[in-house]
RNA sequence: GGAGACGUGGCCGAGUGGUCGAAGGCGGUUGACUCGAAAUCAACUGAGCGGCUUGCCUGCUCCUAGAGUUCGAAUCUCUACGUCUCCGCCA
C-alpha cells in the first residue's frame, strides 16, 4: 500500500510503476484514485467544520445550564438538532469514499526498485549469480523419495493413511538429518547477530488478514475449526504480526531476527501437490529471517539477507544461484525480491529453496508498524524477509549433491556436530 | 471446562455525563547546576487526518471494537472481542 500523497502529488511515479509491472489495466484507477480522495477530503473538511459548530455549542449548552439559562440552552439545543441530519448525510459520505479509496490503493503495486529487470512473468526472471560447480556426477542420482528409502528414512503410504497426500514420515537418520540442519541454521544465523525467536505456531484472524490478502489467505491458510485461528503458513506470519500497531524507538533498529516455525499451507491451485515426494507439502519446516529497520537501510539489508542463505547453502556444498524476479512477476507489495535456487544434479536444472524480498514500508504502512522521531515526525519502517533453509525441500537439494556413487551420503563438515559426528549416513 | 474481575497515552494509574486528549507517577527529550546526564531543579513530551495566514497556528477524530441513549459520552445501556485471577484438567 503506497502514501496516498506520492499519488496526489506525483501520479506520473505511481503510472510509471504501473507500466514497468504490465499492469497497464491499473491506470485509470490513478485518476479514480485522485477524484476519490478529493471528494473525501472535501466532505471531510465540510463534516470537520459542522462537529467543530456541534461540539462549541454543546459546550455553551453546559455553561447555560450551570448559570441556569434555561432560553439559553434550549437555543443551543434547537440548533444542535437543525444540523444533525445534514451531518449524518455527510458522515455517510465521508465513511463510503474513504473506504473506497483505501479499497483502490490497495490494489496499487509498491513502487519498484529502479534495478528490478523488467519483464512479464516468471520467464523473465533474471539469473543473478552462481555460486558453485553445477556439477553432474557420472553415476545416476535418483529421485529423492528413492534415495530416502535407500536409508528406510521416510514412509509416505503410511502418511497419506493418516493425513492425506502431501505428509510425510521421516525416520531414522534422514529425520535426524532434518534437525540437524534446521538447528546448523539456526546456530549459523544466531552467529551472524541475528536474535534467535520461536513465535506461535497459530494466528488470530485479524493477523492473518494484516500480514496477507484475502485471497492468499484462502489459498494458504488452515483454520482451526470453532476458533478464530489460523496455522501459520510461515514464522514471518507472527513475526511480523508481533509489531502491527506498534511504534518502535529508532535507536532500538535494525531488529535483526531469526525464527524458526513449522509451516502449514493449503497449496490450493498450487499444481504438483500430487507429486509423490517432499517438494510441495502440506507441512513443513522453516527457520526464517526478518528485519525491521530504517529505510534507508533496507537496500543493504536486502543484499545481506540473500548472502546469508547462499553462504548457509555453500557451506553444505550444495551449488545455488540466485534469481531475481522481474517487474511483472513481483508481488504488488513487494520493492525487489531474489530467489535463492539450489542444483539439482538430477534434474540439472536449479529449483527454489528460498525467497528474499524487500516490501519498503508498504507491509509496515498496511500493519501500522512506524518508528518514533520527534524531528522528521513519525514514520514507517522498512520489513524485509528471506528463508534460511525449509526442510525437507531442502533435503532434496542436499541428498542429491552429497550423494555418493556408493549410494552412501557425505556430512559436510559444519554438520557432523549435529548428526553426533557422522561423516556420512550408509546403506 | 466452571466462577469472578477487568480493558484509559511508551508503561503504571486516576477519572461515573459538560474547558477531559485525559490528574499523578515512571520512562523520554531539552535546559540549569556539575569535572561528569550521579543526584537535584525547571520546561517539554500520545497518535492519525485535514485547513490555511506554514504558526511551536488552527479544526476534526481516537480512552479495546461496534451499536445505542443525549444538545453533549472515557464516564450510562447493549453486543462482540480480548486479558487477568481462582478452581478443574494437562506437557
Not at 293 to 308: G, I, M, Q, R, T
Not at 407 to 420: D, N, Q
Request: charged letters at 30%; a negative charge.
Amino acid at each position: 500500500m503506497l502514501d496516498i500523497k506520492l499519488l496526489r502529488t506525483t501520479p506520473d511515479i505511481v503510472r510509471e510503476n504501473l507500466k514497468k509491472k504490465f499492469q497497464e489495466h491499473k491506470l485509470p484507477l490513478v485518476d479514480e484514485i485522485i477524484e476519490l480522495d478529493r471528494q473525501s477530503r472535501d466532505a471531510r473538511t465540510k463534516a470537520d467544520a459542522l462537529r467543530g459548530r456541534r461540539n462549541s455549542v454543546s459546550k455553551n449548552i453546559g455553561v447555560a445550564m450551570a448559570k441556569g439559562l434555561k432560553d439559553d440552552a434550549e437555543k443551543g439545543k434547537a440548533e444542535v438538532e437543525a444540523m444533525a441530519q445534514e451531518l449524518a448525510d455527510l458522515e455517510v459520505l465521508e465513511e463510503k469514499l474513504s473506504v473506497l479509496v483505501r479499497e483502490k490503493m490497495m490494489i496499487i503495486p509498491n513502487i519498484i526498485d529502479s534495478s528490478v529487470p523488467i519483464g512479464k512473468d516468471d520467464s523473465e526472471n533474471v539469473e543473478v549469480e552462481r555460486f558453485g560447480e553445477p556439477a553432474v556426477p557420472s553415476f545416476e542420482v535418483p529421485y529423492h523419495v528413492d534415495i530416502m528409502e535407500s536409508f528406510n528414512g521416510i514412509d509416505l503410504d503410511s502418511a497419506r493413511k493418516t493425513s492425506g497426500s502431501g505428509f510425510y514420515y521421516l525416520c531414522g537418520d534422514i529425520a535426524r538429518l532434518h534437525s540437524s540442519i534446521l538447528s546448523y541454521a539456526r546456530d549459523f544465523m544466531i552467529n551472524r547477530g541475528f536474535t534467535y525467536c520461536i513465535p506461535p505456531f497459530m494466528i488470530r484472524g485479524d493477523v492473518v488478514s494484516g500480514v496477507m490478502s484475502f485471497a492468499e489467505m484462502e489459498n494458504m491458510m488452515y483454520k482451526i475449526e470453532g476458533e478464530d485461528l489460523y496455522l501459520i503458513g510461515t514464522s514471518e506470519h507472527s513475526m511480523i504480526g508481533r509489531f502491527i500497531d506498534t511504534i518502535l524507538e529508532e535507536d532500538a533498529l535494525p531488529l535483526t531476527l531469526t525464527s524458526y516455525s513449522p509451516c502449514f499451507r493449503k497449496e490450493v491451485g498450487a499444481h504438483g501437490i500430487e507429486e509423490r515426494g517432499v517438494y510441495r507439502i502440506h507441512q513443513f519446516e522453516k527457520q526464517e529471517m526478518i528485519v525491521v529497520c530504517k529505510p534507508e537501510d533496507s537496500a543493504d539489508w536486502f543484499v545481506k539477507l540473500y548472502k546469508n542463505t547462499v553462504d548457509f547453502f555453500r557451506s553444505l556444498d550444495i551449488p545455488v544461484r540466485t534469481l531475481e524476479c522481474c517487474s511483472g512477476d513481483l508481488a504488488d507489495l513487494k520493492v525487489k525480491s531474489i530467489d535463492v535456487e539450489a542444483w539439482s544434479p538430477r534434474q540439472k536444472k536449479y529449483f527454489e529453496v528460498g525467497s528474499c524480498s524487500n516490501l519498503g514500508e508498504a507491509q509496515a504502512r498496511r500493519l501500522g508498524i512506524r518508528v518514533k522521531n520527534k524531528e522528521k515526525g513519525n514514520y514507517f519502517a522498512h520489513t524485509l524477509n528471506n528463508t534460511v533453509t525449509a526442510p525437507p525441500r531442502m533435503l532434496i537439494a542436499f541428498l542429491e549433491n552429497n550423494l555418493q556413487a556408493d549410494g552412501s551420503v557425505a556430512i559436510p563438515e559444519p554438520l557432523r556436530p549435529y548428526m553426533g559426528g557422522q561423516k556420512g549416513l550408509l546403506v
